[in-house]
């Protein structure tokens, strides 16, 4: 019988969905950190339960061809870059194949091919945005991230898939909170003031918003450290407090406050601009998120005759990349700052044709039914949890000749499109596009389209 901190060694065979490996013992099934599929490991046990059990690496007795050796271990110990020790090329096979696994066992689909994952030239670097925390680590303010599943800080100053010039603002700012002495923010005691820094920077534009979260209204000299943020970083156009007085996990709280500058920044994607709020949905990656818009576009081939439902559209990137080609679009989404930045953002790139609802989307559906809207082309980009039973039903009933769907989780799309094929669509192509490279996110594009009657 195997035991609590045993040592044995294994051949990793699998991969899961989050990137860990898998090794199968004695009947068991082991999760292992940083082991790929082919190596040879002395693992050590760290728990067991009925049927699985996890594993930690002791050493290597082989590694896979495939692995990357000179990764930073602090990218896999945050889940930064959780595949990161994985080359790129096989980051992607393995995307399509979570893809296809997930049809397969989820909606009983295995005639479809899965389409090569699109992958970025250059895959480090490209996140435009940054969420950090920011703790006291020996006696220090520091910035970092934390270790994965916990809350113990690791200070880090390259963050390897954010943008540098995030990253260095960052660095810039925690030293000025460390010379103008203010206190971290402490979880456990619930003091300190500063708890997180959030940056965005606009990938075409340059433009940052420096979003700083605090525990307490009052911050000490702010005038001061944002002169000297703003002297060396021209570009921070924007700079908020945001208060969280809360002890949770959701990094804002209700209370935003424009210390400098505007309360937006302006970026671009597949030719429009676009205002973005502290609190609005945005796609991290830009240039792959214009592949994954151009893909969608492709997919549902566009007339002027078309009405599009663009649901979940958060500032309206998708539906307003493709007004101009259509009569007419239909946005729903469910955050009212974002539904704001949309309607500004028709307004702003001269879009006449695209109206937006704040409601959840499952209503507003219903409620489409009800008014006889006919829409030909129905695109979702729905959160991780997918649809509601509810939004499926509905947006059958107007009855679009074709639902792209947009996904940042293949087991929930699964899902929901075998309800899909039960009610009289069919699935046509799915493709895969990395918008999170070195990470076991995965994001894809798939098109139904409605079968002859
Ligand atoms: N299409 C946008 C946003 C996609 S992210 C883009 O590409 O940028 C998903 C969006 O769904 C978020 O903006 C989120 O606020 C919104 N959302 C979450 N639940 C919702 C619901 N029940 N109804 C409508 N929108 C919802």
Redesign the pocket.
Known sequence: MLSKNDVIDVEIVDLTHQGQGLAKVDGLVFFVDNALPGEKIRMRILKIKKKIGYGKVEEYLELSPNRVQDLDANYLRTGIADLGHLTYDKQLEFKSQQVANNLSKIAGINDIEVLPTLGMDQPYAYRNKAQVPVRRVKGQLETGFFRKNSHDLVPIEDFYIQDKEIDRLVVFVRDLLRRFDLKPYDEKEQTGLIRNLVVRRGHYSGETMLVIVTSRPKIFRIEQIIEKITQTFPQVVSTIQNINEKNTNVVFGADFRTLYGKATITDSILGNHYKISAQS???VNTVM?EKLYQTAIDFSHLTKEDVVI??????G??GLSLAKQVKQVYG????EK?VQDAKENAQANGISNAEYVCA???KTMADWVKAGIKPTVIIV???RKGLTESFIRASVDTAPAKITYISCNPATMARDIKLYQELGYKLEKVQPVDLFPQTHHIECVALLKRKAE
């Not at 663009?310 to 500032?315: H, L």
């Not at 729903?332 to 955050?335: F, I």
Request: charged share 15%.
């Open positions: 949905f945005y796609q998120a663009d649901a979940y559209s958060g500032i990137t998708i729903v989404e469910v955050v974002a959840p989307a499952e980009d729905p959160p």
